[in-house]
């Protein structure tokens, strides 16, 4: 019986790499083609990456040479703005056909050694949600134990810098609370907690949020609502595809940016196909497996 599971499994496994393979050479097919303009008209891509690990097999990491292939797709297709520039657009109902921008969540130390001189190189923007009290600790994060990864966290003075070079900093509450499960007053002084801290640490106030974990589950409508009235300008999520002219900034979706992809052009083949179905947000499946 074992042996017959597992031999379902990886046939399923092949079945499932063939598909994404196929997605990619359509991929390929659809961006050389200029077909992709349609797909991504009045419609734009906030990314969420995680970290950048040259050493270990994290999920939620890609290498450095994969960066540098997701950048180089981003500048030859999209529109990179900052994801500022992106809510202005929004805010003033201008066109965001073919709008990316790129964040991080988290606070990882790679972030500032090795995904700010690769966004410099191609003087691409990127914004940096961070969990303010793993900046400069040796907190372990439950996700990379899981992993066997030693968490490595940037320091205060490496957030002020990657700042002063332009890049922007946002809240992803204090200590990565699932703003889902925790009680209301927890959930506030995260956030309020949060924003103290980088105003404190950087001297200005920050004005970006992304709560963590981005499913569906992780935040509550009166937690949004709150994040909406407290003069933070985003609530994004880390599902939900792609960014619409009326799309709601306190449920803006994103794009994990994960193993799951193949190459680059996959995943600009799976975001044109979400064109047509549009989800909601809010109904969309949670992906509780995204920190
Ligand atoms: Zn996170």
């Not at 940037?154 to 925790?182: K, P, Q």
Request: overall charge negative.
């Amino acid at each position: 019986m074992r042996v017959a599971r597992h031999a379902a499994e990886a046939a399923a496994a092949i079945r499932a790499d063939r598909r994404r393979g196929l997605k990619d050479v359509a991929g390929r097919a659809l961006f050389r083609s200029g077909q992709h303009t349609r797909a991504f008209e009045d419609r734009a891509i906030v990314t969420c990456f995680h970290a950048i690990d040259d050493e270990h097999e994290s999920p939620i990491a890609c290498t450095s040479a994969e960066f540098d292939a997701w950048l180089e797709f981003f500048g030859a297709h999209f529109d990179v703005i900052p994801l500022t520039a992106l809510l202005s657009r929004l805010e003033a109902g201008r066109d965001i056909s073919g709008a990316l921008s790129i964040t991080f969540d988290d606070g990882y130390r790679d972030n500032y050694t090795l995904a700010v001189p690769a966004l410099e190189r191609r003087g691409m923007h990127a914004t940096f949600f961070v969990a303010s009290s793993f900046i400069g600790s040796r907190h372990q994060a439950w996700w990379d134990s899981d992993c066997g990864i030693t968490s490595e966290w940037m320091s205060w003075d490496e957030v002020r810098d990657l700042y002063a070079r332009g890049f922007d900093v946002g809240v992803h509450t204090r200590t990565h609370a699932d703003l889902g499960a925790v009680d209301f007053a927890d959930a506030i002084a995260e956030i309020d907690g949060a924003t103290d801290d980088i105003d404190r640490e950087l001297g200005v106030r920050p004005t970006l949020f992304a709560y963590p974990f981005g499913g569906v589950d992780n935040i509550t409508d009166a937690v949004r609502s709150y994040v909406a009235q407290s003069g933070l300008r985003c609530c994004p999520s880390a599902f939900g595809g792609l960014v619409r002219p009326t799309t709601d900034r306190f449920d803006l979706p994103r794009i994990p940016i994960t193993r799951w992809y193949l190459t680059p052009y996959q995943m600009g083949f799976e975001a044109a196909r979400l064109r047509g179905r549009d989800p909601t947000p809010h109904k969309a499946r949670s992906r509780p497996d995204q920190p």
